[in-house]
């Protein structure tokens, strides 16, 4: 969606008109969504998040300006709100993650050693098996840094972390996903 | 190999449901509440509008009420005042029906208006001036006849006058050329003995009273300086630090109560005795003696 077509859309919305949302909806859904997600890990949760965060779209947008870059606004905003229910229910989210971790330890299979595969894909997965195969804390950062286009200091300040630990894992990770055959970045 | 990010976004976008339908709703319902909040602000509005049509018109009906009572005091002030004047004019009417020559004849006539518009009705005016004639003022008059006394004490002093002058002028008749000496010489006697003048002067007095006509004295006393200091006496010349001033109440051949005013102004050695009357003009009351 270019400038035009999206202060068009705003203004349709000022207008009252809720043809302009559903515009903006169509173009950033799935942008929104995976932000959102990135941040908070469950599917749920970012459902819930990003249908707010249309709505808020929607009753503040009178606050957008023209010209000051209508995608970076649209992510910085859904990055806040998915940050803002993260930091709201981070206890439960934690649990979950703790929860998913213990889980996950027997169903984990052991990877190939270091010194033989590191380069090799020893298994053709789809993507989801081989995130499956992180753990909770490493595929956050990855969700964070892949989805939600967010920095590793951005992620360490979150997550209140040390940025080194941040960076630590997030290799450790693409390391296995590179494994099942995924470049990261 | 496949791109991590590339993968993952599209694999997030496949699982993502249709939103539209909860925002929709969510937006639905925000637009709702801010219709309710905008009637509820316009009602709120309303409501101020009508608190302060209420006070605006409490102020004004307390500003007429207040305009009311001032316009009620106004006038109850002024009927005071009027009813003032008004029992002062009637109480003065009595004595100047009886006291007015030609002359004061306006002075009368508005009096006479203004006992016209007065509470009191002649009847009771001379019921109170009978009263006071007997004596009972003090104890049975309300406030109203209390201004009227000094008037009703007037006319009552007037009326004992006149029947003392019967009695004086029935004993002059037996024996005048006796009373007239013995009260000249009294009076004589008196003003010598308190200016220390001889008795050359005490003659010259004598002979005035009787160049006067007096028949009887019935007053003598020496006036208070208060007296002396008034305009009349200071712009007629009859007053200074050497002199001193006798008032002299007599009663004269043809029975009419007269005052008059010896005075004796010391200069040095010598001494001036002059007679003044209040009542009468000066050039004719005036003796000098030198």
Same mark, same amino acid.
């Given at each position: 969606?270019?400038?035009?077509?999206?202060?068009?859309?705003?203004?349709?919305?000022?207008?009252?008109?809720?043809?302009?949302?559903?515009?903006?909806?169509?173009?950033?859904?799935?942008?929104?969504?995976?932000?959102?997600?990135?941040?908070?890990?469950?599917?749920?949760?970012?459902?819930?998040?990003?249908?707010?965060?249309?709505?808020?779209?929607?009753?503040?947008?009178?606050?957008?300006?023209?010209?000051?870059?209508?995608?970076?606004?649209?992510?910085?905003?859904?990055?806040?709100?998915?940050?803002?229910?993260?930091?709201?229910?981070?206890?439960?989210?934690?649990?979950?993650?703790?929860?998913?971790?213990?889980?996950?330890?027997?169903?984990?299979?052991?990877?190939?050693?270091?010194?033989?595969?590191?380069?090799?894909?020893?298994?053709?997965?789809?993507?989801?098996?081989?995130?499956?195969?992180?753990?909770?804390?490493?595929?956050?950062?990855?969700?964070?840094?892949?989805?939600?286009?967010?920095?590793?200091?951005?992620?360490?300040?979150?997550?209140?972390?040390?940025?080194?630990?941040?960076?630590?894992?997030?290799?450790?990770?693409?390391?296995?996903?590179?494994?099942?055959?995924?470049?990261?970045? | 190999?496949?791109?991590?990010?590339?993968?993952?976004?599209?694999?997030?976008?496949?699982?993502?449901?249709?939103?539209?339908?909860?925002?929709?709703?969510?937006?639905?319902?925000?637009?709702?509440?801010?219709?309710?909040?905008?009637?509820?602000?316009?009602?709120?509005?309303?409501?101020?509008?009508?608190?302060?049509?209420?006070?605006?018109?409490?102020?004004?009906?307390?500003?007429?009420?207040?305009?009311?009572?001032?316009?009620?005091?106004?006038?109850?002030?002024?009927?005071?005042?009027?009813?003032?004047?008004?029992?002062?004019?009637?109480?003065?009417?009595?004595?100047?029906?009886?006291?007015?020559?030609?002359?004061?004849?306006?002075?009368?006539?508005?009096?006479?208006?203004?006992?016209?518009?007065?509470?009191?009705?002649?009847?009771?005016?001379?019921?109170?001036?009978?009263?006071?004639?007997?004596?009972?003022?003090?104890?049975? %008059?309300?406030?109203?006849?209390?201004?009227?006394?000094?008037? %009703?004490?007037?006319?009552?002093?007037?009326?004992?006058?006149?029947?003392?002058?019967?009695?004086?002028?029935?004993?002059?008749?037996? =024996?005048?050329?006796?009373?007239?000496?013995?009260?000249?010489?009294? %009076?004589?006697?008196?003003?010598?003995? =308190?200016?220390?003048?001889?008795?050359?002067?005490?003659?010259?007095?004598?002979?005035?009273?009787?160049?006067?006509?007096?028949?009887?004295?019935?007053?003598?006393?020496?006036?208070?300086?208060?007296?002396?200091?008034?305009?009349?006496?200071?712009?007629?010349?009859?007053?200074?630090?050497?002199?001193?001033?006798?008032?002299?109440?007599?009663?004269?051949?043809?029975?009419?109560?007269?005052?008059?005013?010896?005075?004796?102004?010391?200069?040095?050695?010598?001494?001036?005795?002059?007679?003044?009357?209040?009542?009468?003009?000066?050039?004719?009351?005036?003796?000098?003696?030198?």
């Amino acid at each position: 969606m270019t400038e035009e077509a999206f202060s068009l859309s705003v203004s349709k919305i000022l207008a009252g008109d809720k043809t302009g949302l559903r515009e903006i909806y169509d173009a950033y859904l799935a942008y929104i969504y995976q932000i959102v997600y990135g941040v908070v890990g469950r599917k749920e949760d970012a459902e819930d998040i990003t249908s707010e965060f249309f709505i808020k779209f929607w009753q503040q947008a009178d606050k957008y300006k023209a010209g000051s870059g209508h995608k970076g606004y649209l992510a910085t905003m859904a990055r806040n709100m998915a940050i803002d229910h993260l930091r709201k229910h981070k206890r439960e989210i934690l649990d979950d993650f703790t929860a998913n971790d213990e889980d996950d330890v027997s169903s984990i299979k052991e990877p190939v050693s270091e010194d033989n595969t590191e380069a090799q894909v020893v298994e053709d997965i789809s993507l989801q098996e081989a995130l499956d195969k992180l753990k909770p804390e490493e595929k956050q950062i990855v969700d964070m840094k892949v989805l939600s286009e967010m920095t590793f200091a951005e992620i360490a300040r979150l997550l209140n972390i040390p940025m080194g630990t941040v960076t630590w894992r997030y290799r450790e990770a693409i390391k296995k996903l590179r494994r099942y055959g995924y470049e990261g970045t | 190999m496949k791109a991590l990010e590339t993968e993952y976004k599209k694999q997030i976008s496949l699982d993502i449901p249709d939103l539209w339908d909860r925002i929709e709703a969510g937006v639905d319902e925000y637009e709702a509440t801010k219709t309710t909040e905008a009637e509820v602000k316009v009602v709120d509005i309303d409501r101020k509008k009508k608190n302060n049509k209420k006070i605006i018109v409490m102020i004004g009906k307390i500003a007429g009420a207040a305009a009311c009572m001032l316009l009620a005091a106004t006038v109850i002030f002024n009927f005071g005042t009027r009813k003032n004047a008004s029992i002062k004019a009637d109480s003065g009417m009595a004595f100047m029906a009886n006291s007015t020559t030609c002359e004061e004849a306006p002075a009368a006539e508005y009096a006479a208006e203004a006992a016209e518009e007065a509470y009191w009705t002649d009847e009771e005016a001379v019921e109170c001036e009978e009263s006071v004639a007997a004596d009972t003022a003090g104890t049975a %008059m309300t406030e109203t006849a209390e201004e009227t006394a000094p008037a %009703m004490d007037n006319a009552a002093a007037k009326e004992a006058s006149e029947v003392k002058t019967a009695d004086v002028l029935n004993e002059a008749a037996k =024996d005048s050329a006796v009373s007239i000496n013995a009260d000249t010489a009294e %009076m004589a006697s008196i003003i010598a003995d =308190d200016t220390a003048c001889g008795e050359q002067e005490a003659a010259k007095i004598a002979a005035i009273l009787a160049d006067c006509d007096v028949v009887t004295i019935t007053e003598i006393s020496r006036l208070p300086v208060e007296i002396m200091d008034s305009d009349w006496y200071m712009s007629n010349g009859y007053w200074n630090i050497n002199t001193d001033v006798y008032g002299v109440n007599a009663i004269d051949v043809n029975g009419d109560s007269v005052d008059y005013g010896l005075y004796i102004e010391r200069n040095g050695d010598s001494s001036t005795l002059k007679a003044i009357g209040k009542d009468k003009p000066y050039k004719d009351l005036v003796y000098e003696n030198q």
